[in-house]
């Protein structure tokens, strides 16, 4: 045995022996997967267990050995991508509810930007989408007390609680001069990942999340809409805006939905390994019917993957803003019953060979939100702002990237002006508009359902 992996070595038995046996269990984390160490890596190491003594015996309040190994093991995560991390406890508990579609608190998804916490989006129809919060705005109070400072588990620990309470929160908006105060009540989310509706002669079909089975419900969704008509529509949107993405198998399933062909989207990481691809299995859900899918800054992961499937192989035109730009593959590893290692493996690739990390899904027509008062002076939060993201193997063009900031004269209506034709929603407006004219020109070609 080299002098470096003895070194290692002893690191472990001083680590087992110090630690409790829950702290223990995160050891593996730290050590387990380094199979040889160099000189420079062993001194690192000797490094760490002197700070770690130094602290045990010298701080000024005597700190649980829990505590500073989960310290070490979140500093070491952190210093990675912002889709790394441990989760544990209450985290995983969550982490497994969102993947299952049921869980409490507000609905929103949150994040921690320079002490401050940041809403990446609201969860369609929960207390925080009806309350008018949007992507990119700031909590910086809770009931009153100011949390900027503290850790992200805190405020999303007094942003739970029991359903019919309520909790008082101030946000900061970019664009707006003042806070501004919102009260919401407490409930159990329970979300319904797909809902749709018959718009006319257009089917619509809103996915607001990619948990377990939302590939069946969209099938089923594209079926209630040739009942309620009773013939086929004259086309599809498919809404993933402000959808944070979710499970990479539903992902596949929706895009699989309306593809009677072609690849889906392939990953590829460091380890040949993590190398996959999947394609489409015959048959269209959609009949070959016109699509439009509306995206926008928060349609994230596998929104995208779903946005660039249908539009690289010619299915549907992507309308709204450009997304989000996660390209990132997330594999969650279980620890223990209540822990696990969520770290970022690959990268995933549209069937045209881009990847959308950091750059997202560029529309095929930017149609800006007029109807949102706020969008021209709120900023889009997107991958590319988020520290330490994982950046894009190939050099993206950022002159592309802004288009969407870019005044259009097709878009000069006012809210106001919009509000008095009866239009609440710009975005979705163009889109069933688009299909229509879509559905006179489009030759209609019916494929065998699954």
């Given at each position: 045995m080299s002098r470096a992996a003895r070194k290692l070595q002893a690191m472990k038995n001083a680590l087992r022996l110090a630690l409790a046996t829950s702290a223990a269990a995160m050891i593996p984390i730290l050590t387990g997967a380094m199979g040889s160490v160099d000189p420079s890596t062993a001194k690192e190491l000797d490094t760490f267990m002197e700070v770690f003594d130094r602290v045990r015996a010298d701080y000024v309040d005597k700190v649980d050995d829990k505590v500073l190994i989960r310290g070490a093991v979140d500093?070491?995560?952190?210093?990675?991508?912002?889709?790394?991390?441990?989760?544990?406890?209450?985290?995983?508990?969550?982490?497994?509810?969102?993947?299952?579609?049921?869980?409490?608190?507000?609905?929103?998804?949150?994040?921690?930007?320079?002490?401050?916490?940041?809403?990446?989006?609201?969860?369609?129809?929960?207390?925080?989408?009806?309350?008018?919060?949007?992507?990119?705005?700031?909590?910086?109070?809770?009931?009153?007390?100011f949390i900027v400072g503290g850790t992200l588990d805190e405020a999303v620990d007094q942003m739970r609680g029991k359903p019919g309470t309520t909790i008082m929160l101030t946000l900061v908006r970019p664009g707006r001069d003042k806070p501004f105060d919102v009260t919401l009540t407490r409930e159990i989310i329970k979300l319904r990942p797909v809902k749709w509706e018959v718009k006319g002669d257009v089917g619509y079909i809103n996915i607001n999340a990619f948990s377990r089975d939302t590939g069946g419900a969209v099938r089923a969704a594209l079926m209630g809409v040739d009942k309620a008509l009773g013939h086929q529509p004259a086309g599809y949107v498919v809404d993933l805006r402000e959808n944070p993405g979710g499970l990479l198998?539903?992902?596949?399933?929706?895009?699989?939905?309306?593809?009677?062909?072609?690849?889906?989207?392939?990953?590829?990481?460091?380890?040949?390994?993590?190398?996959?691809?999947?394609?489409?299995?015959?048959?269209?859900?959609?009949?070959?019917?016109?699509?439009?899918?509306?995206?926008?800054?928060?349609?994230?992961?596998?929104?995208?993957?779903?946005?660039?499937?249908?539009?690289?192989?010619?299915?549907?035109?992507?309308?709204?803003?450009r997304s989000f730009g996660k390209g990132s593959v997330q594999t969650v590893a279980p620890l223990s019953e209540n822990t696990a290692l969520r770290l970022t493996t690959a990268r995933y690739y549209t069937p045209s060979g881009k990847s959308i990390q950091e750059g997202g899904i560029e529309p095929d027509i930017i149609v800006p939100q007029l109807t949102d008062p706020d969008y021209k002076d709120r900023p889009r939060i997107r991958e590319a702002d988020l520290r330490k993201h994982l950046l894009n193997q190939a050099k993206v063009d950022n002159s592309v990237l802004e288009s969407d900031a870019k005044a259009d004269p097709r878009f000069a209506a006012t809210p106001e002006q919009l509000k008095a034709k009866g239009i609440?929603?710009?975005?979705?407006?163009?889109?069933?508009?688009?299909?229509?004219?879509?559905?006179?020109?489009?030759?209609?070609?019916?494929?065998?359902?699954?």
């Open positions: 500093g070491m995560l952190a210093a990675l991508d912002p889709h790394s991390g441990y989760e544990a406890g209450t985290d995983y508990a969550n982490l497994r509810a969102q993947t299952d579609g049921e869980y409490g608190g507000l609905g929103l998804t949150v994040t921690m930007e320079d002490g401050a916490v940041k809403v990446i989006t609201p969860a369609e129809d929960t207390p925080g989408a009806r309350a008018g919060i949007k992507s990119g705005d700031y909590i910086t109070h809770l009931n009153g007390q198998d539903e992902a596949v399933a929706v895009s699989d939905a309306f593809l009677d062909k072609g690849n889906i989207v392939s990953q590829r990481g460091r380890d040949p390994r993590q190398n996959e691809s999947w394609d489409a299995a015959p048959g269209d859900f959609a009949h070959g019917l016109p699509v439009v899918v509306l995206v926008d800054a928060g349609s994230a992961s596998a929104a995208e993957i779903v946005a660039g499937a249908l539009r690289d192989n010619r299915r549907a035109i992507v309308m709204g803003e609440d929603d710009f975005q979705l407006d163009y889109a069933l508009k688009t299909v229509a004219r879509l559905a006179t020109t489009t030759p209609t070609r019916v494929a065998a359902r699954k």
